[in-house]
Structure formats: structure tokens, C-alpha cells
Nanobody, 115 residues
Framework: QVQLVESGGGLVQAGESLTLSCAAS????????FGWYRQAPGKQRVLVAS???????YYADSVKGRFTISRDNAKNTVYLQMNNLKPEDTAVYYC?????????WGQGTQVTVSS
């Protein structure tokens, strides 16, 4: 049974930073690629960053150069370091398998960036 628990969100001002964490309860964590997805109000959920089993990363153009995804296989945890946050980054952030997510999503963690 897969469990995904996101944490670390909050309310920040533009230009500030946050680091999100995803604790993944899944067998053979190190054999899966993971991604961070976000969903803004009234928008579709989109993939913003992913990391493969070998550490290769992908970033959406909207976050490239500002966000960094990483993983700690010993802790079954995926991180998203977000720097220079912008109001348009406001969304609920979720972690899941990538590029094909598991059918069950966690509750996500809210990131709100004020101007």
C-alpha cells in the first residue's frame, strides 16, 4: 500500500524560500522516479519537477533555475527546494510517481506566496 505525505508548505512573501518534503511509504523506493506536481486554483494539476532513480532531473520552464528536486533513498523522502518564490507559484503541491502517477494522491501541502 502506497502512502504519500507532503509537508513544509506555508505562507511566504515573494522572493523568499521554502523546502517541501515528501515521505513515501512504498516498497523499493529507490527503484521509482518521483515528481512534484502542483495545482493552482482553477487550474489543472501539472508536473513541475521530477527525479529519476539515477538522479537525473526535469523541471518545467516556469520553475527552472529556482527549484531543485532531490531524494534521500535511505529516508524514503523526496525534497523540493524552492527559491525566489513568486506569486504564480501559489498552489497545492503534491508528490507522486513520475511521469505516471499512482492513482492515490496525498493531501498535498499549500504554498502561498504574497506580493
Amino acid at each position: 500500500q502506497v502512502q504519500l505525505v507532503e509537508s513544509g508548505g506555508g505562507l511566504v512573501q515573494a522572493g523568499e524560500s521554502l523546502t517541501l518534503s515528501c515521505a513515501a511509504s512504498v516498497r523499493a523506493f529507490s527503484t521509482y522516479a518521483f515528481g512534484w506536481y502542483r495545482q493552482a486554483p482553477g487550474k489543472q494539476r501539472v508536473l513541475v519537477a521530477s527525479i529519476t532513480t539515477r538522479g537525473y532531473t526535469y523541471y518545467a520552464d516556469s520553475v527552472k533555475g529556482r527549484f531543485t528536486i532531490s531524494r534521500d533513498n535511505a529516508k524514503n523522502t523526496v525534497y523540493l527546494q524552492m527559491n525566489n518564490l513568486k506569486p504564480e507559484d501559489t498552489a497545492v503541491y503534491y508528490c507522486n510517481l513520475a511521469p505516471s502517477p499512482y492513482n492515490y494522491w496525498g493531501q498535498g501541502t499549500q504554498v502561498t506566496v504574497s506580493s
